[in-house]
């Protein structure tokens, strides 16, 4: 497939893709991102640390702590730095839960999910000048309850949660 980039920013880009698939002339726009890492954790009290964030044009929205991969980072690396920066709990351990294509028909991203455990409260929050956010704290059965009643629209923490569930038989 020929490649043309169309633009370049921060965390993102888009490219235009001119190819033959079985035969057939074909063109995919394709936004292409480095791919992100989440973490499922656990605090001292057993309830999942979230984040309520502001996600523009969708307001504050609750979910699993998360960041996009740094050029040629491993996942797992990324996994216990945004955990560290986004809620001040260091990991001992991240065992992947799930890895999934959010938004496969036109983007390359991909969401590794981790299981974090062993947490310490170590520091304060440690953010990006343009990331706004806080730590909220949830039981993990209201938290379900949250994402059966539409409460929770984040498809990472959706599928973190409902497969360490089901890995648990929880529901």
Do not use: W
């Amino acid at each position: 497939m020929k490649k043309k980039k169309i633009y370049e920013g921060k965390i993102l880009g888009l490219s235009v893709y001119d190819g033959i698939i079985e035969g057939r002339k074909v063109k995919r726009e394709m936004i292409e991102h480095r791919g992100a890492a989440a973490m499922l954790a656990f605090d001292e009290d057993n309830k999942v640390i979230l984040v309520k964030q502001h996600r523009f044009p969708h307001g504050y929205v609750l979910e699993i702590p998360a960041g996009t991969l740094e050029r040629y980072e491993d996942p797992l690396k990324c996994a216990f730095r945004e955990l560290e920066e986004e809620t001040g709990y260091k990991a001992k351990k991240m065992s992947p839960l799930i890895t999934y294509y959010p938004s496969i028909g036109y983007n390359t991203e991909v969401i590794h999910c981790f299981l974090a455990s062993g947490l310490k409260k170590i520091a304060d929050l440690s953010l990006d000048d343009d990331e706004i956010l806080s730590v909220v704290k949830v039981d993990l059965k209201r938290l379900i309850g949250m994402i059966k009643a539409g409460k929770i629209k984040d498809s990472k923490t959706i599928c973190a949660v409902l497969i360490y569930a089901a890995k648990k038989k929880l529901y």
